[in-house]
């Protein structure tokens, strides 16, 4: 069964837009929860991480928010331009594996 | 800047054919790591090594084997291919401790089995 649960699966959004990617987990012993964007013909490469001690993490136009809690994290794209038209992979780290989320598929249009 | 590469870029074999898919890494990384990528699925683990001949399976080892006989290097194995392996394999690599959660991809074999 998948560790960790994406959605949407793919997701359009204009120019300008904020566009935020939800995942979740069960497995409280996950110590770090990357994202990583992925264009076509390329390997995933890492966007941006957070570790579970964290409530959120912001780097230029992208945000992780981390709820503990409810064993959910989210990453927003403010200000969503047609240059981060990617797929986007959550996942979670534990005991050397890292266990990715089933992709969103993100298209910004212009 | 870490580079990761594999051997093809694409690959057509038969079923029943041993395939082999190298990676190489160039930044003296301790471990690499070998997914594959279907629609829907995300990546999936196949096996791992956290040092030279060392290898530790991942989610969905059968199928495939794996060899690490020096650090720089790690192959994945088909041992006789079949049609439900047709997928995008990737190969990755991460540092040791501290900085072991980075992973750097390589760009992909698109391996398609007839």
């Known amino acids: 069964q998948q560790q960790v649960k994406q959605s949407p699966q793919s997701l359009i959004v204009q120019k300008g837009g904020i566009s935020i990617i939800n995942c979740a987990y069960e497995n409280t012993a996950f110590d770090y929860f990357p994202w990583y964007q992925q264009f076509p013909g390329k390997g995933p490469a890492l966007l941006i991480a957070?570790?579970?001690?964290?409530s959120e993490k912001k780097e230029g136009r992208f945000t992780i928010s981390f709820n503990k809690s409810a064993k959910q994290f989210s990453l927003h794209i403010m200000d969503s331009q047609p240059g981060d038209s990617a797929t986007y992979f959550c996942a979670a780290y534990n005991f050397n594996k890292f266990y990715f989320g089933s992709g969103t598929k993100l298209n910004v249009k212009p | 800047d870490v580079k990761v590469t594999q051997s093809s870029r694409y690959l057509v074999k038969r079923t029943g054919e041993k395939v082999f898919l190298e990676c190489v890494q160039d930044m003296d990384h301790e471990n690499m790591f070998w997914y594959r990528q279907d629609p829907g699925l995300g990546l999936r683990l196949i096996y791992f090594?956290?040092?030279?001949?060392?290898?530790e399976k991942g989610d969905i080892p059968e199928g495939y084997s794996v060899s690490r006989e020096k650090k720089e290097r790690f192959s994945l194995i088909l041992e006789s291919a079949s049609t439900n392996q047709t997928s995008m394999y990737l190969c990755?690599?991460?540092?040791?401790?501290?900085?072991?959660?980075?992973?750097?991809f390589g760009p992909g074999t698109r391996l398609t089995v007839t």
């Open positions: 090594s956290y040092d030279v001949k060392m290898k």
């Open positions: 990755a690599s991460s540092p040791g401790p501290p900085a072991l959660y980075e992973q750097y």
């Open positions: 957070i570790r579970p001690d964290v």
